[in-house]
């Protein structure tokens, strides 16, 4: 067996023995272990910042992209926000133990549903550290056990994370093993770890489509997973014209880089006279460069604006950077096909104050998360109040959208009787 195989069946070994112990751990040992983890970000700052500096200074020499640059870099900012994620987790019901459903039969027999965690959850993920403790806080407070497999890109940075977590669970009192981080970069070790089904009973693939196509394609064990966001803000002929310029700057300029960050906005031509020189003015000063068809190009140039002509392939396009697409669209209709076509399934996003058009968008897009009058950056395990998220699942099988707690767990029959047998 190579050294590769024999790690990652140790580590996954060791966190199904511990997810024995801690599926009926105490929410105050959970939440004594958060409460750590939190603190030792804190105090570690310091010991964390220059991991993450090795990293991405290696990653830049290495020509890595600006958008995976930035979802690797770390600053104290963004420790402190990871700390205060992982308290929002802790502060979070307890979701285990919780009985749904419970009712007593025509015979007597008093029968409910009892959540429970899911068992043992590996993640293969790209780039982002902070992944490590969101992943991390929320299988603790769900109890399951964790087995993570971070890119080689981010290794000092991960590796220092997960032992803090470690660190944690251990004085804590939770078990070993809870949470297992892999040292092995070897791209085979993955594809070994997705045969492990004996093992594992789910994985979250986080990163870029290559990526989560070849864990889809190779697992034996669910994958939950996400997908290309390929964003959309619709701005109706009803829209309040400054809400809309707001909305689709923040959710555009606010952090480009990620999945629920804005790509093309659709403009009803009824409002696109006013609207695209107040958003083409705004859009300017953030250094946004913007690709329109003819309708919109030639609105903006004549209010003074650069703009270019957009491309086939910049509708349906995942950008990741300072650049949108613009379309005038005749209708609602014409902008919801627009959508059904070119979407991803991520979020979908309307502004309107017309009712019935807001309704309308609401139930016919078939998104993870469909917005009216807000940012698609609210997309978001913590900005919907689930703490922190494990990613942004965009298929329908077992769960959508952010996966937070509930999203992590199962359940089991709990059957009272009082000598009952079946006739």
């Not at 299988?139 to 290794?155: D, Q, T, Y």
């Not at 669910?222 to 400054?242: E, K, Q, S, T």
């Amino acid at each position: 067996m190579s050294n590769y195989m024999e790690e990652a069946s140790t580590r996954a070994e060791r966190a199904r023995a511990a997810s024995r112990s801690l599926s009926y751990a105490s929410t105050e040992t959970k939440n004594l272990a958060l409460r750590y983890v939190a603190d030792s970000l804190v105090s570690e700052t310091d010991a964390i910042l220059k991991a993450n500096q090795v990293d991405y200074l290696a990653a830049r020499q290495a020509g890595m992209n600006t958008a995976m640059l930035d979802r690797l870099m770390l600053d104290s900012s963004r420790i402190n926000s990871m700390a205060e994620d992982v308290l929002k987790v802790m502060y979070l019901p307890d979701p285990i133990g919780e009985m749904i459903e419970m009712r007593t039969l025509p015979n007597g027999l008093l029968a409910g549903k009892r959540r429970v965690p899911l068992g043992v959850i590996a993640s293969i993920y790209e780039s982002r550290p902070n992944v490590t403790i969101d992943l991390s806080s929320l299988c603790i407070k769900s109890g399951n056990a964790l087995v993570l497999r971070g890119g080689k890109e981010a290794f000092n940075s991960n590796k220092i994370l997960a032992e803090i977590v470690a660190k944690a669970c251990e004085k804590s009192g939770l078990p070993d093993g809870t949470v297992e981080f892999i040292h092995s970069t070897e791209r085979e070790m993955v594809t070994y770890l997705l045969k492990m089904n004996h093992l594992i009973d789910m994985v979250i693939p986080r990163g870029g489509s290559g990526l989560i196509n070849m864990v889809r394609e190779n697992s034996t064990i669910p994958v939950v997973a996400g997908g290309v966001g390929v964003c959309h803000a619709y701005v109706d002929r009803a829209a309040n014209i400054d809400d809309a310029v707001k909305i689709v700057v923040n959710a555009k300029v606010q952090r480009p880089t990620v999945c629920n960050a804005l790509d093309t906005v659709i403009v009803h031509q009824d409002a696109a006279a006013e609207y695209l020189p107040k958003l083409a003015t705004v859009l300017s000063d953030a250094g946004v460069e913007m690709r329109a068809d003819s309708r919109s190009l030639a609105i903006i140039k004549d209010a003074g604006h650069k703009c270019q002509q957009a491309s086939n392939e910049d509708w349906g396009k995942e950008f990741l950077s300072l650049v949108i697409a613009i379309k005038t669209a005749e209708s609602i209709d014409e902008a919801l096909r627009h959508i059904a076509y070119y979407g991803s399934g991520h979020s979908e996003a309307i502004i309107s104050e017309d009712y019935s058009a807001v309704m309308r968008f609401l139930d016919e897009v078939d998104a993870s998360c469909v917005f009216a009058n807000a940012s698609t950056r609210f997309n978001d395990g913590a900005q919907l109040g689930l703490g922190a998220e494990l990613g942004i699942s965009t298929q329908k099988m077992h769960a959508r959208g952010p996966l937070g707690l509930k999203e992590i767990t199962s359940y089991k029959w709990i059957v009272f009787g009082h000598g009952h047998i079946r006739p």
